[in-house]
């Protein structure tokens, strides 16, 4: 298998995202309960319309205003949808300069405007000049629709015999195996390094 690409889901394969603690700085501003809001978040012109590309960041903040008496502003509001993000996952640096040493990197992730202006300014350090980033939004298709795949892949320019794909999702992995991707679940940094050093690929 002559690889030429590594494709990395980023939230909490790269980087850990901190849900529950957006919940609770959502809840605190609006009259919703946890479980409402996250039965919110997860409806049609919500969250994860949003990372479809269906839906812009106001119109998840009108319909969070509407829905869950959401009462911050949409600049309080930005800065909150900011915070998502705790820091990046144990090891994941190595296991990146190790891939580097061999193939190509590329990101890939189920995203929205915001995060995708906030994540490579805030983690900046993990990154370099010839990665690639496919946002779900831009493309108006997410994980793990076997379409996102497909146009990842024309993105960097590869084919799904030379690229490999991480993500701590099994239903992601299952979706990129199914048009011919090598993808592996990510469980914790190590363990990736020693599934790949078994498959030949480091």
């Known amino acids: 298998m002559a690889v030429t690409w590594f494709l990395f889901d ?13 919940l609770s700085s959502i809840n605190s501003q609006a009259s919703t309960t946890r479980d409402e809001l996250i039965e919110l978040l997860e409806s049609p012109g919500a969250y994860r319309d949003m990372e ?6 106001w119109e998840f903040y009108e319909l969070l205003c509407d829905q869950a008496d959401y009462r911050g502003s949409i600049r309080e509001f930005h800065d909150l949808w900011s915070d998502f993000f705790d820091g990046t996952i144990p090891g994941i640096e190595d296991v ?5 040493e061999r193939y190509r990197v590329a990101f890939l992730s189920n995203s929205n405007e915001v995060h995708a202006e906030v994540i490579p300014r805030k983690f900046a350090g993990l990154f370099r000049k010839d990665d690639r980033f496919v946002w779900s939004y831009r493309f108006k298709v997410a994980k793990p629709d076997p379409e996102y795949f497909r ?7 590869s084919l799904p015999h030379h690229t490999v794909f991480i993500d701590d999702l099994l239903e992601n992995v299952i979706a990129a195996r199914g048009i011919g991707i090598a993808a592996f679940q990510f469980r914790d940094s190590l363990s990736l390094l020693r ?5 030949d690929l480091l």
């Open 10 to 22: 980023l939230g909490n394969t790269v980087i850990k995202l901190a849900y529950e603690r957006v």
């Open 151 to 157: 146009r990842a892949l024309e993105v960097v320019g």
């Open 195 to 199: 599934e790949l050093e078994a498959e």
């Open 52 to 57: 479809r590309g269906a839906v812009t960041f």
């Open 96 to 100: 990146l300069d190790r891939v580097r």
